[in-house]
């Protein structure tokens, strides 16, 4: 709910001032975790499998994976190599994949295992000094690069540099799950969260925003855009990747350099 929110919310209950990044697109949502916000790489691949299914039916351009999963031995290599492939269809088939880069920094390659892929647009998070109510810097426990697969070859030593891009996930409001309303007043409706997951469908939303006004665009030109758009932040590549994401930016670019 609160991932959707950001993404596509209407803010009617603020009076639009919580409104999503991009509040006209459509959704289809896939529920891969439990209650408690636990799940597991096999669940995720049910979700892939039923996100092919849904792009015979809707013109699916992207596809947001607010959830992490840790770098452990537990992990088990076909099911990360049959992730691959599904990451490797959705991109030839021109959907822009956004995924959190995770909350385990400030640990070195500790990127997400479904972030790492050179298919992902992997999104930090960073907000400066701002620290929420966590009593953290997103910048903090932002999860780190370089990622632990190659973009060629293992035996070349050439990591992936990961993350691809920053945007801010400190105390992101958004829709709560538990909104109730009484006698025509609405309770609790939004709710402040943080992490790369909040980060994530701000950088969904604004790549929906370029594919509703230029939708001949293809997924390589959107990515060379939001990557070239973004502001650094004098930081290490493994720490902001490109740099903050920066919306207007890329509707600038995307006009001068493909339309």
């Not at 979700?47 to 809707?58: A, D, H, P, R, S």
């Not at 088990?76 to 880069?101: C, G, Q, R, T």
């Not at 070349?156 to 025509?184: F, H, M």
Request: charged content about 20%; hydrophobic content about 35%; some cysteine.
């Amino acid at each position: 709910t609160h991932v959707c929110g950001i993404l596509a919310g209407n803010g009617k209950l603020s009076d639009t001032k919580y409104r999503g990044i991009a509040p006209q697109c459509s959704i289809l949502c896939g529920k891969v975790l439990d209650e408690k916000g636990a799940g597991s790489l096999r669940n995720l691949l049910m979700g892939l499998e039923w996100t092919t299914e849904m792009m015979k039916i809707y013109p699916v351009r992207i596809l947001n994976i607010s959830i992490e999963i840790e770098q452990t031995a537990a992990l088990k290599p076909d099911e990360v190599a049959l992730l691959h492939k599904y990451l490797e269809y959705f991109w030839s088939s021109n959907v822009m994949i956004v995924a959190a880069a995770g909350n385990k920094g400030p640990e070195p390659m500790s990127i997400s295992p479904i972030s790492e892929s050179v298919e992902c647009i992997c999104v930090g998070c960073n907000d400066g000094d701002y620290v929420g109510a966590g009593g953290r810097t997103c910048a903090a426990y932002s999860a780190r690069g370089p990622a632990n697969v190659y973009d060629v070859n293992p035996a070349k030593g050439n990591p992936l540099k990961k993350p691809d891009i920053v945007a801010p996930g400190t105390d992101i409001v958004s829709c709560c799950n538990r909104v109730y309303g009484r006698n025509n007043r609405w309770r609790q409706p939004y709710i402040a969260k943080s992490g790369t997951s909040m980060a994530t469908p701000i950088v969904s939303g604004a790549l929906a925003l370029c594919l509703q006004k230029y939708p001949q665009i293809t997924n390589t030109q959107l990515k060379r855009v939001l990557l070239s758009s973004s502001r650094d932040l004098g930081q290490n590549w493994n720490v902001q990747g490109a740099g903050m994401l920066q919306i207007d930016k890329m509707l600038e670019n995307i006009n001068k350099k493909y339309i």
